[in-house]
């Protein structure tokens, strides 16, 4: 399992671990992960997916995962999010 958000395509950064006497040593920064169940209305359904802390505030600020991944970029989702979003947009053609 990745350590890669599915919806922002967050994941791990470097830096350093920086001592009182100024050593430096390599660490990696890891993104808060979590496992969450997002209900999408169309699809009338749970999603499971493995989103970090602040993706979770914007799906929250966007209004829900619909209206979230209709505004992502398809090069920052998952195949599993990119999926859904398939899902999503044919489902709302269907009943437009």
């Known amino acids: 399992m990745s350590r890669r958000c599915e919806l922002t395509g967050k ?3 470097t830096g350093n671990n920086v001592s009182h006497a100024n050593n430096k040593t ?3 920064f890891l993104p808060n992960l979590n496992d969450v169940t ?3 209305e169309v699809l009338k359904r749970g ?3 493995r989103i970090s ?3 979770l505030r914007t799906v929250d600020h966007r209004g829900g995962l619909d209206a979230f991944l209709a505004k992502a970029k398809d090069t920052e989702l998952s195949a599993n999010a990119l999926k ?3 899902e ?3 489902a709302q053609a269907v009943e437009a």
């Open 11 to 13: 994941g791990p950064m």
């Open 26 to 28: 390599k660490r990696r």
């Open 38 to 40: 997002l209900q999408s």
């Open 47 to 49: 999603i499971k997916l």
């Open 53 to 55: 802390a602040a993706a």
């Open 84 to 86: 859904v979003k398939k």
């Open 88 to 90: 999503i947009a044919k």
